[in-house]
Nanobody
Framework: QVQLVESGGGLVQPGGSLRLSCAAS????????MRWYRQAPGKQRELVATITSGTDTYYSDSVKGRFTISRDNAKNTVYLQMNSLKPEDTAVYYC??????????????WGQGTQLTVSS
């Protein structure tokens, strides 16, 4: 059984910063790509950032230059550093990862989500 648990959400003023964390636990052989998605009220879930096992990173245009995704493989944890936050960044942020229980068996997992509200 594998779990992804996010933390670090909250209320922040426009222009502020926040860091989200997502820790994977359970039966883990290795972790391939890790991702952050977000879903604002009334909108579809969108991919925000991806980091591969080789630490290549990809960002949506809406967050490029403001957000940074990183990972700590020793801790099975992915981070999302968010700077210059805007009200339109308000959403529930979800962690997603491709996790191998064995060398050959990989499954995709979701966290429960953490709320970010950007407001003055």
């Amino acid at each position: 059984q594998v779990q992804l648990v996010e933390s670090g959400g909250g209320l922040v003023q426009p222009g502020g910063s926040l860091r989200l964390s997502c820790a994977a636990s359970g039966s883990i052989f290795s972790i391939d790509a890790m991702r952050w998605y977000r879903q604002a009220p009334g909108k579809q879930r969108e991919l925000v950032a991806t980091i591969t096992s080789g630490t290549d990173t990809y960002y949506s245009d809406s967050v490029k230059g403001r957000f940074t995704i990183s990972r700590d493989n020793a801790k099975n944890t992915v981070y999302l550093q968010m700077n210059s936050l805007k009200p339109e960044d308000t959403a529930v942020y979800y962690c997603n990862a491709d996790i191998r229980a064995t060398r050959r068996y990989v499954s995709n997992y979701w966290g429960q989500g953490t709320q970010l509200t950007v407001s003055s």
